[in-house]
C-alpha cells in the first residue's frame, strides 16, 4: 500500500532515531537541555527570529500565538480556508477566545486592499482586529507557496495599523528551498514550522518570535501543559531530520512527475480537475454529481491510500517513505483506478 493521505505519515529514519540515544539531556523546563536550546537557536538563526521554543505540535505553536497576540473578543484575519481557523478543533475560539474574519485569497495569497478596508471598518460595531495569520504553504489550495513580496506587504500594512503578522508554516521548508527567502524573522512576528510532516521527525514544531514573544509563548506552554523534560531525545531527531530538509525537493519532483502522468493520461469525465501547485501535493477534484470517496475506495483497492480534502477533492501527498522508483507504479495505478470511476 503506497500511503499518500499526508506527509505526516513519514517514519523517523534510523539515522534520526540514532540521534536520540546520542543526545545530550537535560530538564528542559529549566532551560537546561542543550539539545533543544541548541536546536531552538539554531533554528531561530536559520529564519532570522531572536528566539525560539520547542512546542509539541504545529496546533500548540499556532494557539500559543494567538493567545499571545490578541485578547478575547477581537479578531483574527486569515485566508477562509486556513488551518488555524478551520482544522485545529475550534482551539482558538477554546484557548483566546478570538473569532476569525475570512480574507478570500487566491494560492493563500491575500487581496491586501480587502484587508486595509476591514480595518478601517473595524471601529464601532466590529471587533478590533488584532493579528493577520498567513499559511506558508497554503495547504487547502493544494500546498502554493506564498510569495515573499506578498509577505512583506502584509507585514507593512500590519505595521502601520498596529496589527500582529504571524505565519502559520507548518510546511514552510517546502516554500524556502523553493523561493528561497528564510528573513521571515524580519517581516513576521510568530511562526511556527513542523519537523513531522515531510522531515520524518516523530514529534515536534519550532515556534519563533521575538526574546519577549518566546519568554510568554513559555508560559503559555506550561499553561497547556506542553512544559517537557529530557525532550533532548525528541529534540535530536526534530534536529537531524531538519538537517536532512533537501530531501523535500525530491519530494516535488516525485508530485510534479505524478501529475505530468496523470494530466497527458486522464481521460474520465467525472474527474473535473488535477491540481499542482508546485510543492508535494497533487489534488484530484471530482465533478459536482460526483461522490469523491468512491474513487478513495477505489484507489484504496489498488493498493493507493489518498487521503479527502474538502469536498470535492482527493489529495495525494508525496513525501520522502516513497521512492523515485515507485513513481511509475503509483502513477498507473493511479490511472488504472480512474478507468473504474
Ligand atoms: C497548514 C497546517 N498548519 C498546522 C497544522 C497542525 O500541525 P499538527 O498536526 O502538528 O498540530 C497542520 C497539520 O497538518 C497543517 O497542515
Same mark, same amino acid.
Given at each position: 500500500m503506497y500511503d499518500l493521505r499526508s506527509d505526516?505519515?513519514?517514519?523517523?529514519?534510523?539515522?534520526?532515531?540514532?540521534?536520540?540515544?546520542?543526545?545530550?539531556?537535560?530538564?528542559?523546563?529549566?532551560i537546561e537541555d542543550p539539545t533543544v536550546n541548541n536546536l531552538e537557536n539554531h533554528c531561530a538563526e536559520l529564519l532570522s527570529f531572536e528566539k525560539g521554543l520547542f512546542v509539541s505540535s504545529g496546533l500548540m505553536g499556532n494557539q500559543v500565538s494567538l493567545l499571545i497576540h490578541n485578547e478575547p473578543g477581537t479578531e483574527v484575519i486569515t485566508p477562509h480556508d486556513s488551518h488555524i481557523k478551520n482544522y485545529e478543533h475550534g482551539a482558538a475560539a477554546f484557548l483566546s477566545r478570538v473569532q476569525f474574519r475570512d480574507a478570500q485569497n487566491i494560492d493563500?495569497?491575500?487581496?491586501? /486592499?480587502?484587508?486595509?478596508?476591514?480595518?478601517?471598518? &473595524?471601529?464601532?460595531?466590529?471587533?478590533? @482586529? +488584532?493579528?493577520? !495569520?498567513? /499559511?506558508?504553504?497554503?495547504?487547502?489550495?493544494?500546498? &502554493?507557496?506564498?510569495?515573499?513580496?506578498? @509577505? +512583506?506587504?502584509? !507585514?507593512?500594512?500590519?505595521?502601520?495599523?498596529?496589527?500582529?503578522?504571524?505565519?502559520?508554516?507548518?510546511?514552510?521548508?517546502h516554500a524556502i528551498l523553493e523561493d528561497n527567502n528564510k528573513n521571515y524573522g524580519d517581516y513576521c512576528d510568530s511562526l511556527t514550522f513542523c519537523f513531522s510532516k515531510a522531515l520524518g521527525a516523530p514529534i515536534g514544531s519550532m515556534l519563533l518570535g521575538s526574546k519577549e514573544f518566546i519568554k510568554e509563548a513559555r508560559e503559555y506552554r506550561k499553561k497547556l501543559g506542553g512544559g517537557m523534560r529530557q525532550v533532548g531525545v525528541i529534540a535530536s531527531m526534530a534536529s537531524k531530520a531538519l538537517e536532512n530538509r533537501e530531501c523535500i525537493l525530491e519530494d516535488h519532483v516525485k508530485a510534479k512527475k505524478v501529475y505530468d502522468f496523470l494530466v497527458i493520461n486522464l481521460n474520465n469525465e467525472k474527474i473535473e480537475s488535477v491540481v499542482y501547485k508546485g510543492t508535494n501535493?497533487?489534488?484530484?477534484?471530482?465533478?459536482?454529481?460526483?461522490?469523491?470517496?468512491?474513487?478513495?475506495?477505489?484507489?484504496?483497492?489498488?493498493?493507493?491510500?489518498?487521503?479527502?480534502?474538502?469536498?470535492?477533492?482527493?489529495?495525494?501527498?508525496?513525501?520522502?517513505?516513497?521512492?523515485?522508483?515507485?513513481?511509475?507504479?503509483?502513477?498507473?495505478?493511479?490511472?488504472?483506478?480512474?478507468?473504474?470511476?
Amino acid at each position: 500500500m503506497y500511503d499518500l493521505r499526508s506527509d505526516t505519515v513519514t517514519k523517523p529514519s534510523k539515522e534520526v532515531i540514532q540521534s536520540a540515544l546520542d543526545a545530550e539531556l537535560g530538564d528542559d523546563e529549566y532551560i537546561e537541555d542543550p539539545t533543544v536550546n541548541n536546536l531552538e537557536n539554531h533554528c531561530a538563526e536559520l529564519l532570522s527570529f531572536e528566539k525560539g521554543l520547542f512546542v509539541s505540535s504545529g496546533l500548540m505553536g499556532n494557539q500559543v500565538s494567538l493567545l499571545i497576540h490578541n485578547e478575547p473578543g477581537t479578531e483574527v484575519i486569515t485566508p477562509h480556508d486556513s488551518h488555524i481557523k478551520n482544522y485545529e478543533h475550534g482551539a482558538a475560539a477554546f484557548l483566546s477566545r478570538v473569532q476569525f474574519r475570512d480574507a478570500q485569497n487566491i494560492d493563500g495569497e491575500v487581496d491586501l /486592499e480587502f484587508i486595509e478596508k476591514l480595518i478601517l471598518k &473595524s471601529k464601532i460595531h466590529k471587533p478590533q @482586529i +488584532k493579528t493577520i !495569520s498567513i /499559511e506558508n504553504t497554503h495547504l487547502a489550495s493544494g500546498g &502554493s507557496v506564498v510569495s515573499f513580496d506578498s @509577505i +512583506k506587504s502584509l !507585514s507593512d500594512l500590519s505595521r502601520r495599523h498596529d496589527l500582529k503578522l504571524h505565519v502559520d508554516g507548518a510546511r514552510i521548508w517546502h516554500a524556502i528551498l523553493e523561493d528561497n527567502n528564510k528573513n521571515y524573522g524580519d517581516y513576521c512576528d510568530s511562526l511556527t514550522f513542523c519537523f513531522s510532516k515531510a522531515l520524518g521527525a516523530p514529534i515536534g514544531s519550532m515556534l519563533l518570535g521575538s526574546k519577549e514573544f518566546i519568554k510568554e509563548a513559555r508560559e503559555y506552554r506550561k499553561k497547556l501543559g506542553g512544559g517537557m523534560r529530557q525532550v533532548g531525545v525528541i529534540a535530536s531527531m526534530a534536529s537531524k531530520a531538519l538537517e536532512n530538509r533537501e530531501c523535500i525537493l525530491e519530494d516535488h519532483v516525485k508530485a510534479k512527475k505524478v501529475y505530468d502522468f496523470l494530466v497527458i493520461n486522464l481521460n474520465n469525465e467525472k474527474i473535473e480537475s488535477v491540481v499542482y501547485k508546485g510543492t508535494n501535493m497533487i489534488f484530484i477534484n471530482v465533478i459536482s454529481e460526483e461522490d469523491p470517496n468512491k474513487l478513495l475506495d477505489i484507489f484504496y483497492k489498488n493498493s493507493i491510500n489518498a487521503g479527502l480534502i474538502g469536498d470535492k477533492s482527493i489529495r495525494l501527498v508525496l513525501h520522502k517513505d516513497i521512492s523515485s522508483d515507485d513513481i511509475d507504479d503509483i502513477s498507473n495505478r493511479l490511472l488504472h483506478s480512474s478507468s473504474e470511476f
